[in-house]
Every structure is written in structure tokens, then in C-alpha cells.
């Protein structure tokens, strides 16, 4: 995860607002067989108010 790719600008909006966020984007990568991938991104405070952890989950959905 390195800029400018969108879940990099997610987890910076995350990061900030400490709001959670949900996507869902087409693929775009090497792999032929995917075609979307769907993402969360959690704030997560270690101190309970200033966010400094994010979790971030994202699945890769193939073709049927």
C-alpha cells in the first residue's frame, strides 16, 4: 500500500477523521481472475481517543 492508490488515501482519510470507512472498487493488479475488491478500514485508539492503529480488511472478489 503505497500513494496514490485508493486504499492508501482511504486509510489517511480514516486516520484523520477516526471515522470508519467501507469501499468497494474494481481490481486493477496482475491477477486476471479478480474483478473487485471490497475493503473496511477500523480506527483503533491504543489511549481510547486519538487514533493510531487501523485495521484494515479487503477481500478480493474472482469471476464467477
Known sequence: M?????I???CV?????GQHQRSETPYVGLHRNFVRAEDIILP?????HETDI????????TKK
Do not use: M, N, W, Y
Open 44 to 48: 483503533l485508539a491504543s489511549d481510547g
Open 13 to 17: 482519510e480514516v486516520a484523520s477523521s
Open 2 to 6: 503505497s500513494p496514490p492508490s485508493r
Open 54 to 61: 487501523l485495521l484494515v480488511f479487503v477481500e478480493h472478489l
Open 8 to 10: 492508501f488515501t482511504s
